[in-house]
């Protein structure tokens, strides 16, 4: 079937075009000095489709032109015209052989021709729909679009894996997608890369397991009605993997950085700072330069595709000598509520508010805003907020949490900019508030307005300054919480490590499948700014937010004589002595909490920390997602 897809035209893109020729004159040679077309909407190579398409195009020639085309299966129309504005139709046939190309060529009177490629790959008869479905998608929303149309894509692989499936393997080789495809090490002389857009299963299209599960979780209040997914899950929120060495050698373990309240991990007693050694008897050998099988026992334990229980090994403290014992546990069909604590602190005469937030799901828009009432009733006037295993969600909740937290101070400002590709910018401009200084679309913080049926006001803590607990994993909506407040100028003190650097988000989809699994399909769509704008210092955090104040969130028990520092487990968020809440509470009070160093052991085992590439966690929020818009509209439908 032939399709029609016309390119950008219109006031938008003459600027843009303008701006451009204004930026490169300085390069300009002769030749681009006497060519006779302008304001042209083609690039050098355009893209059609193998099953043939119609394509349109809007330039300007300073004289009479003629056009015509190097190839009988590439037809251009109208062949000739006058000076002025005209444009341009490119109608190709379907290509069942090899990928084929066309030069068009326009030709004005009295100046230099003006030439461009028209790129054809073969059709993909075999290819599957799941797999055609998301390169339609991206060739229209994914950031980078440009030069995805320009890519010879693979059909061949749908999905095999995490790092073996249609979008990794063709986004991947992709360079322009910087902001997506990021280094993040090296190995072998070779550089390392991470890929935020994704294609991940989140469960079974059919049989017993996908008719034993429940439906969606209902929502809480607000009035957005976005229900809780329902996924099976032991309730780990974050494993924390460490290579260990005993009396028989190096293993990997890993040590739980949190448990979702709830959950089946939570009813059997798990919790913060305990340790895994081994999985249904086995525990996981440590190779050098070779993490796939802790990759692999690392997904399975925080996105399980089976809920046949297993077996784990446990002890609650290495370094002590604590007894190990043994935990039977069955992953389960939950919603997994990510308010993982909110408490009231006294401390040092007055009251802290305390939330521990592990993503931003905007179902549980409902325990956040319970959560900012308590602390409102307390009279809070400081705040310590961890984000230290938050690495992204719903922009609604990004919203509302800095919202209550800034209050008046934020009415009727920008809450963030957005950047789309440059079709949609085009697209979006009658849907969204657009701000022409910027030219970009902008979205203010809801403490004004009514935030779906409920007025803010009553939540607001109305703060001057806020601490977060940060951490490597936070990232992407955690990020434009601290970039959207750091905006509007309160005063925000990071207090851990560097953050990820994730300033683009996703709008995903859920549901997709190849007839055995379902997918979550998620890729990078736009780019975020703070209320200060693309120009101002700070607001791009692609490369993270560096701490105010340097802190290990782990326990450790002093240097070694082997210099190493060595990984003496984590305490729990509540903890006053845990090393990151410690620090706010000092900055806070005024007065350092009594140090309480781990005790080692002479025979305990000795752990390093090991922050390793793992995989992404499938069905997880990983990214900035945007939501239907009140009235029920979605600027973002597929066409």
């Not at 995989?615 to 990983?622: A, E, H, K, Y």
């Amino acid at each position: 079937m032939k399709k029609t897809v016309r390119f950008l035209t219109g006031a938008a893109l003459l600027a843009a075009v303008l701006g451009m020729v204004v930026s490169c004159g300085d390069d300009k040679t002769q030749e681009d000095e006497n060519k006779g077309v302008v304001q042209q909407t083609w690039s050098k190579r355009v893209d059609a489709e193998a099953a043939g398409e119609t394509l349109e195009f809007r330039f300007t020639a300073l004289a009479d032109w003629t056009a015509k085309s190097s190839q009988r299966w590439c037809i251009v129309s109208p062949e000739s015209g006058a000076a002025g504005e005209s444009s341009l139709t490119i109608r190709t046939s379907e290509n069942t052989a090899a990928t084929r190309s066309a030069e068009v060529t326009v030709f004005v009177k009295g100046y230099s021709s003006s030439k461009f490629t028209v790129v054809q790959a073969p059709g993909n008869g075999d290819a599957s729909p799941l797999a055609r479905q998301i390169d339609d998608d991206l060739a229209r929303r994914y950031l980078w679009n440009e030069e995805y149309r320009t890519l010879d894509r693979d059909f061949s692989v749908v999905w095999n894996g995490m790092n073996d499936n249609f979008v990794y393997n063709n986004l991947m080789r992709m360079k322009t997608n910087t902001l997506d495809r990021k280094p993040y090490g090296e190995a072998m002389g070779q550089t390392l890369y991470t890929l935020y857009s994704n294609l991940t299963p989140i469960g079974y299209a059919s049989g017993a397991l996908a008719a034993a599960a429940p439906p969606a979780a209902q929502a809480e209040t607000p009035g957005h009605g976005y229900p809780a997914p329902v996924k099976l899950s032991f309730g780990f929120v974050s494993l924390y993997p460490v290579t260990v060495t005993t009396d028989s050698g190096k293993a990997w373990w890993f040590c739980i950085e949190g448990v979702y309240p709830g959950s089946p991990a939570a009813a059997a007693g798990m919790k913060r700072g305990q340790w895994i050694y081994a999985i249904d008897g086995k525990q996981l050998p440590y190779l050098p330069n070779d993490v796939a099988e802790v990759a692999a026992a690392y997904e399975e334990l925080l996105a399980p595709l089976q809920s046949d229980p297993k077996r784990f090994s446990m002890i609650d403290d290495p370094m002590s000598g604590s007894a190990p014992y043994a935990v039977s546990l069955a992953a389960e069909a939950i919603s997994e509520n990510t308010v993982l604590l909110a408490e009231v602190i006294p401390s040092g005469g007055r009251n802290i508010a305390h939330l521990a937030y592990s993503g931003f799901e905007a179902a549980y828009d409902g325990s956040l805003l319970e959560a900012f009432e308590r602390f409102r009733a307390a009279g809070v006037a400081d705040m310590v907020l961890d984000l230290r295993l938050n690495g992204g969600g719903h922009v609604i909740s990004a919203d509302l949490i800095a919202s209550c937290i800034a209050g008046a101070r934020c009415d009727g400002r920008v809450f963030a900019y957005y950047r789309y590709n440059r079709e949609r910018m085009a697209a979006q401009k009658e849907t969204k508030e657009f701000d022409e200084r910027e030219g970009k679309y902008c979205e203010r913080f809801s403490y004004g307005s009514r935030y779906y049926g409920v007025d803010l006001k009553r939540y607001a803590l109305d703060l001057q300054r806020l601490y977060v607990i940060v951490s490597e994993q936070t990232a992407s909506a955690s990020e434009l919480v601290i970039n959207s407040l750091r905006g509007i100028d309160l005063d925000v003190v990071l207090i851990g490590e560097r953050t990820e650097g994730k300033n683009v988000g996703m709008e995903g989809i859920n549901g997709l499948t190849d007839g055995t699994l379902l997918y979550q399909y998620a890729p990078i769509t736009f780019q975020s700014y703070n209320a200060k704008g693309e120009q101002a210092a700070g607001s791009d955090y692609s490369n993270g937010f560096a701490p105010d104040y340097e802190v290990l969130d782990w326990n450790w028990s002093g240097p070694s004589t082997d210099g190493n520092r060595y990984f003496d487990g984590l305490r729990d968020f509540a903890d006053p002595t845990e090393p990151c809440l410690a620090k706010a509470l000092e900055l806070i009070t005024g007065t350092k909490v009594a140090a309480t160093p781990a005790t080692r052991a002479a025979d305990a085992p000795r752990a390093l920390p090991r922050r390793i590439a793992l995989p992404p966690v499938p069905g997880r929020q990983s990214g900035m997602l945007e939501l239907v818009d009140l009235d029920g509209f979605d600027p973002f439908r597929a066409e």
